[in-house]
């Protein structure tokens, strides 16, 4: 497997100093041109060697499904991976990309087919950065990452981490425009409080009562829910973005008034929003989503106490398949 920190240090050893090593990073994200031969500016040995690493780089990731869709669909992306794992990625309408972090997932929320087969590995920084890269090749407009698909990015933060900073520092992206989604996890709030890039922070909630979350998301962080909202309050705050809750609704399950009331009384007056989005049905799953009527009922109720919601249905369903779903397909046709 080619690395992120192999790639830089080919990269030194070539006589790389910072400037080349940007000019490279920002031609693999599509926003430059690769160097050329005759370009002086880089040392010759560099140039020599462009086309070696370019072939190398894209190597990180095949793919292997792309859905037919407009620039304003969503798209399901598969990829095989050098080692031939597959991670799905969407393409969002509105320049924005969803990217997997890890193969599989260790957290095995009830109602996703991800966690259904734990987790496999993670992903190195560089197979992360290059489903951006892919995005940006495809919609060169990309310009909003979202770290939501496969995987729970606090369970492989490291690399995470490392590809939201080299996205902000040589992809042209707003860091508010990356945006990290957990279930909750100390070490995120931890790391986020040091890290010099600031992301978004996106948190899949799910229900308020800590003893449900625990069924939904059996191996999510312990973090109660009280103190998931007051560090994700104060982070919002300290960034100036607020924090995006996610609420996968599933029918007799959270979309109850004692929910609501719930959430009202943990967001009224935070800087935070609410999208709420039905459960995305799988064969043989127990999992229904609720009625539309009371999914938008809930979103109003929200609204009439100054909360901002939304009632959304994920990319992924719109592409006919939640996170996992294409992935799973493919093996079994395999
Ligand atoms: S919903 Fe996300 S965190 Fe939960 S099992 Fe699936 S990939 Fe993991």
Not at 127 to 148: G, H, L, N, S
Not at 256 to 262: A, K, Q, V, Y
Request: charge should be positive; charged fraction near 25%; aromatic fraction near 6%.
């Amino acid at each position: 497997m080619f690395t992120l920190l192999e790639l830089q240090d080919w990269l030194a050893r070539l006589g790389a100093k910072p400037q080349h090593a940007r000019r490279v990073y920002r031609a693999m994200l599509n926003v430059a041109a690769w160097p050329t031969l005759t370009d002086e500016k880089f040392p010759k040995k560099l140039r020599e060697a462009i086309p070696e690493i370019r072939t190398k780089v894209e190597s990180v990731l095949r793919i292997v499904h792309q859905d037919d869709a407009t620039e304003n669909e969503a798209a399901k992306l598969l990829f095989a991976l050098q080692d031939g794992q597959t991670i799905e990625s969407v393409l969002l309408p509105r320049e924005g990309v969803c990217v997997s972090s890890q193969v599989g997932c260790a957290v095995g929320c009830v109602f996703c087919m991800t966690g259904k087969g734990g987790l496999i590995r993670q992903l190195d920084a560089l197979e992360i950065i290059a489903q951006v890269a892919y995005a940006r090749q495809v919609r060169p407009d990309t310009r909003k990452v979202a770290f939501m698909g496969m995987g729970e990015p606090s369970h492989n933060l490291r690399a995470v981490m490392t590809a939201i900073e080299f996205l902000g520092a040589y992809g042209d992206f707003p860091h508010k425009n990356l945006v990290l989604s957990t279930v909750g996890d100390q070490r995120v709030f931890d790391m986020l409080e040091t890290s010099t890039v600031k992301p978004a922070l996106a948190v899949s909630l799910h229900s308020t009562i800590d003893e449900k979350r625990r069924q939904l998301l059996p191996k999510a962080g312990r973090l109660s829910v009280d103190s998931l909202v007051e560090q994700a309050e104060s982070y919002a705050r300290a960034t100036g973005y607020p924090t995006q809750y996610q609420w996968t609704l599933i029918d007799g399950l959270n979309d109850g008034d004692d929910e609501l009331e719930r959430i009202k009384h943990y967001l009224a007056g935070k800087y935070a929003m609410m999208n709420f989005i039905p459960v995305n049905v799988v064969e043989g799953s127990p999992y229904q989503r609720p009625p539309i009527e009371r999914c938008a009922a809930m979103a109003r109720f929200l609204h009439q106490n100054h909360i901002v919601a939304k009632l959304r249905h994920s990319a992924a369903q719109e592409v006919q398949g939640g996170c996992g779903q294409l992935r799973a397909r493919k093996l079994q046709e395999k």
